[in-house]
């Protein structure tokens, strides 16, 4: 297996695109949602909160998934984390009604973890055999990240209406352990890494003592309000807005597609333009978006949203290569852990501070002012700074 890699390193990203299709599990809990509320009893609030401590448990594991990977390597890392998604999903199946702080427990936890384990591990592995593009090895991963959740749709919705929920969690445990788990074992890092200085990169330590890291996970954390304020109520917006049932029912694949087009293009536009640049672009048409959203209706909705999840997937598919830019690539699983931390303290601070603040409309205000700000950060971050040559 190790030789057929070696000869053939596009499996790296066939492996990573599998794997990738099936993790996306935050961007498709919109078609979880309403079904989860009808089995175990659960208010719509307490229901979304299940996305807000998946993506944190996400942010928080991407340390522990970024350490292994660079320790034991990517294989190691991704068949860690394709058990930890087979396991809350088949444990989600078991959960009694009326306990959410148990169905946290039970799914969120391992299979954001999960999700942590297999991201930087997909991620790190495919940059390091694609050194030169960065962008589109993460850019073509990226697309499956993007259509994982038109392809959960499809599924949830299969396997839900043959055996419930519960049978759906139990299905989807099998694949996803089959799939993730068999996709994982063709993970390896190159023999010879690249060994440029720019590449050899900072150590943890280093990397927090810069004030790149903390603009950076700042950046990252004010991202979140743009989609996840709104992702787990977008079947219920939906119909708000006027969008008839059939078509309502189809936003979390909308979704779906504009990430997919988000992740390739900006991933690509970052080798191009400059990451730092695309990203505050990126910031910018969020901010735009999410004041539209407040305001359009029917049609003009699920185009908002679709262009919501373009530059919100788009940003987040930067990230990995703007980490190896700013921060070298020797220690790249565990640094791009570091700054998904800012993802965890978005996904639970916003929606807490929206519910503290008793906003429900103004949602849409929250998630403009964090894109602005977002975008302040970015440009506080500076251009890359290039090493003088002697001579």
């Known amino acids: 297996m190790g030789q057929f890699v070696k000869q053939h390193p596009w499996a790296i990203l066939a492996a990573g695109a599998a794997i990738q299709l099936l993790a996306g599990i935050p961007t498709a809990w919109g078609v979880f949602q309403e079904p989860v509320r009808s089995e175990y009893g659960f208010e719509e609030e307490t229901a979304s909160f299940v996305l807000s401590w998946l993506v944190a448990a996400f942010g928080a594991g991407g340390v522990a998934g970024g350490f292994l990977q660079d320790k034991l390597g990517p294989r190691f890392a991704a068949l860690l984390g394709s058990a930890g998604l087979c396991a809350g999903f088949v444990a989600a199946g078991f959960v009694p009604g009326q306990m ?19 991201y930087p591990a997909v991620m790190g592995c495919a940059q390091k055999w694609y050194a030169d593009k960065k962008g589109l090895a993460t850019g073509v991963i990226g697309v499956a990240v993007g259509l994982s959740g038109a392809a959960l749709t499809v599924l949830v919705k299969w396997f839900t209406g043959l055996w419930g929920i519960r049978g759906c969690f139990w299905a989807l445990g099998a694949l996803l352990g089959l799939v993730c788990g068999g996709a994982s074992l063709l993970l390896q890092n190159p023999e010879k890494a690249p060994a440029a200085p720019k590449q050899q990169g900072m150590t943890p330590g280093q990397m927090l003592r810069t004030s790149a890291y903390w603009w950076i996970t700042a950046s990252v ?62 910031f910018g048409a969020l901010a735009a978006l999410s004041a539209g959203f407040a305001l359009v209706k029917e049609w003009l909705f699920l185009a908002v949203y679709a ?85």
Not at 100 to 118: D, E, K, M, Q, T
Not at 253 to 261: D, L, N, Q, W
Not at 367 to 376: D, M, N
């Open 307 to 391: 262009g919501l999840c373009f530059f919100y997937a788009g940003q987040a598919a930067v990230l990995p290569s703007l980490c190896t830019e700013r921060f070298g690539l020797a220690h790249t699983g565990v640094n791009y852990g570091l700054l998904a931390l800012g993802m965890a303290a978005g996904s639970l601070g916003f929606p807490f501070a929206a519910k503290a603040l008793g906003l429900d409309a103004g949602r849409h205000w929250l998630a403009v002012g964090a894109a602005l700000a977002g975008a302040f950060c970015l440009w506080k971050l500076g251009p890359v700074q290039k090493k003088k040559t002697s001579g």
């Open 221 to 282: 954390a004010l991202a979140t309000p743009a989609v996840l304020l709104f992702s787990p109520r977008i079947l219920e917006l939906a119909r708000q807005s006027g969008l008839p049932e059939t078509a309502a029912a189809w936003m979390v694949a909308v979704g779906a597609a504009g990430s997919a087009a988000g992740r390739l293009s900006l991933a690509a536009a970052g080798d191009k333009l400059g990451r730092r640049a695309v990203l505050i672009a990126a």
């Open 100 to 118: 959410p702080w148990l169905f946290y427990l039970a799914f969120s936890a391992p299979v954001g973890a999960g999700c942590a384990f297999l």
